[in-house]
């Protein structure tokens, strides 16, 4: 069974920066399909970024830019940078896995990943 931590959320101002950790610990040895998905007050959730160990990545068009995805397969974690954040940003932010690698864009996608974090929380203000 795999577990996921997220950590980095807070509050920050418009046009500030945050940097979301999320660290994959229970089954060690095995890489993943890593992503970042968020949901916004009164929105579905909505993915943001994939990556499987840096191949096959995937970057949502809202935040191209201003999001990056970094996996770092030596410590299980993903880091989504967050840059130029703004007010809409302002959600739950979800880290996924999944041990299906080679499918990792389609999961992505498609939302099914079958691990997930308990989320962390950022709000930006104007």
């Known amino acids: 069974q795999l577990q996921l931590l997220e950590s980095g959320g807070g509050s920050v101002q418009s046009g500030g920066s945050l940097r979301l950790s999320c660290t994959a610990s229970?089954?060690?040895?095995?890489?993943?399909?890593m992503g970042w998905f968020r949901q916004r007050p009164g929105k579905k959730r909505e993915g943001l970024a994939a990556?499987?160990?840096?191949?096959?990545?995937s970057i949502s068009h809202a935040v191209v830019g201003r999001f990056t995805i970094s996996p770092d397969n030596a410590k299980n974690s993903v880091y989504l940078q967050m840059n130029n954040l703004k007010p809409e940003d302002t959600a739950m932010y979800y880290c996924?896995?999944?041990?299906?690698?080679?499918?990792?864009?389609?999961?992505?996608?498609?939302?099914?990943?079958?691990?997930w974090g308990q989320g962390t929380q950022v709000t930006v203000s104007s």
């Open positions: 996924a896995a999944d041990s299906n690698r080679r499918d990792c864009r389609s999961l992505y996608r498609a939302g099914q990943f079958g691990y």
């Open positions: 229970g089954n060690s040895g095995s890489t993943y399909c």
């Open positions: 990556s499987a160990s840096g191949a096959d990545t």
